[in-house]
Every structure is written in C-alpha cells, then in structure tokens.
C-alpha cells in the first residue's frame, strides 16, 4: 500500500534539476526528475561540438562546419543522444542516497524544452527483513554419507530457501543486472545447443527469467548480510579458493567465489532461524 505522506521536492545541481517523490511502496520509490531546458542544451551543444570533429561536411573542413548547418543536420541525433546521457547520469545522481535505479522512463522533452523523466528505484534498506523463524525446511539426511549425496542434499536446502525467498519478495531490478547476469547464463548455455536449434528462443526467455530471480534474490543477500554483519574474509576467500582446482580458478573469479561464499554465509544464518525437520532417504535418490 502507498505512503499516505506528503510528496517530497527538492532541487539538485543549483537549479538545474527538480526532484519529486510521487510514490512510495515499500523498497519501491517513483520520482518526477526535470532537467533544465538550458542544461539539456549545453549538453547538446557538446554533442555537436564532438560530432564537428568527426563528421566532413561537403564544403567545410573539419571543425569549421557552422553550428546552423550542424543543427541542421545532426540536431534531432544530438538532442536525442544528450537525453539519453542526461537520464543516464544526471537523473540517478539527483536522487536520495541508497537509491538503486531500476527505469527511468521519458516523459517529455525530446525535441525540445525541459527534460521531464519517470525515475523507478529501490531502496534496498526498506526491504522487509528476512524472517527465518517463519519458514519450516526440509533437510535430507543420506544413509550413506558419501560426498556426492550430502552435496545434493546441502543443494535441496539451499533451493528451498531460495524459493521460500523468491516467494516472499518481488520488486523491479536494474535491467542492466539483469542483462549482465543473462549474458553470463546464455554463455553456458549456448555451448550445449546444437547450431540452429529451434530451442533458442524460448530459453532465451527463460534465461531472462531466471537471470531476473538470480539478481532480485542477490539484492536481498547483499541487504541481509549488511544487516546481520555478515561478511567474507580475505581468509575467508584465500581458503575457498585454494581447493578449488585450476580449472574451477579459471571459471570463477574471486568475486565470483566471494559472492559464492557470501551466498552460503546468509543460507546458512537463515537456516539456523528456520524450523527444520530432517528426513532419511536413500544416498541413491540423491545421486
């Protein structure tokens, strides 16, 4: 449900950029941000200084091209390019600090004018806290305790809290993330896929799915392990990487192996809050 408080404005940056808080949900906050008509045009005005150095125009030499021709020519790309630089680091800066931007949408001001734009972003530090107390886990106890079934079974309670975590929390993620992590995924992947295979597609979907629960759900890591004080060592990160073998160095880097290890630290704090009840299953069903 909505904040029912009052809307919040400020200025940033002089004069130049306007801030308004429109709504706030939870760990999601929605901003008005407008940019001076005057500050989207110096920013113009730099795109066509650039595009002069560049660009040969019949008739010119190089720099000597007048700024009307230049308009002209490349006003609509440059007014088009300095929006989009303008949203992507003015924008972001004029907001409260621990904003994470998750979209910034054009609202007016393409072709001319103020720059009036719709900024989404989550405030990690508003997330609800993760409350292991209430969460009943299922731990599978093999009867023959080889390596590879406790693997497993360490695997099938990590998945159940994620899930139970995934359950519990839904809020917009950097699409920027997102992609980073889809890319990483899709370049695993790509590797088992026979050339033209008609699969392509559709688990590019799901990859895209997958790669949006995997950043949400790190975003809530991150946060509670701020919280709780949990952290990784440099003596934490030395001996995990150390019987890792060279084949497993080369694929993970070390802040691969210590967001890894980060990961394990908040599982297993979130375990010891759950109620867990222990079922005995045959090592074979685990394999």
């Known amino acids: 449900m909505a904040d029912d408080g009052p809307e919040r404005s400020g200025a940033s940056e002089g004069d130049a950029v306007r801030l308004e808080e429109l709504s706030h949900r939870g760990p999601v906050r929605e901003y008005a941000v407008r940019i001076a008509a005057a500050r989207v045009e110096e920013r113009v005005a730099e795109r066509l200084a650039a595009l002069a150095r560049s660009v040969r125009l019949p008739g010119f030499r190089a720099v000597k091209a007048p700024r009307r021709v ?12 300095a ?20 979209a910034v949408d054009l609202v007016d001001g393409l072709e001319s004018g103020d720059l009036s734009l ?9 997330l609800p ?12 106890v093999p009867e023959e305790a080889d390596a590879q079934a406790q693997g497993a079974a360490a695997e099938h309670l990590k998945q159940q809290v994620l899930d139970r975590l995934a359950e519990s929390y839904d809020f ?22 026979a050339p033209g295979d008609a699969e392509r597609g559709a688990l590019r979907a799901e990859l895209a ?22 952290g990784v060592s440099d003596e934490d990160l030395a001996r995990a990487r150390a ?10 880097t070390p802040a ?29 069903d685990l394999r």
Do not use: N
């Open 129 to 140: 806290p993760v409350d292991g107390s209430s969460l009943t886990l299922e731990r599978l």
């Open 256 to 284: 691969q192996t210590s967001s890894r290890l980060l990961e394990e630290k908040v599982i297993a704090w979130i375990v010891s809050q759950a109620r867990v009840r222990e079922r005995r299953v045959a090592a074979r």
């Open 83 to 102: 929006v989009q630089s303008l949203a992507g680091d003015v924008a972001p800066r004029a907001l409260p600090e621990g904003a994470m931007v998750s």
């Open 243 to 252: 019987v890792l073998s060279d084949a497993e160095r080369a694929a993970e």
């Open 118 to 126: 719709r900024v989404t972003a989550i405030f990690l530090c508003d």
């Open 209 to 230: 799915r997958i790669a949006e629960r995997r950043v949400r759900l790190g975003l809530v890591m991150a946060e509670t392990a701020r919280r709780r004080g949990i």
């Open 172 to 193: 917009p993620v950097p699409p920027m993330l997102v992609q980073r992590e889809q890319a990483a995924i899709w370049r695993a992947a790509e590797a088992q896929l």
């Open 70 to 81: 230049l308009e002209q020519r490349y006003g609509a790309r440059a007014r088009a390019d």
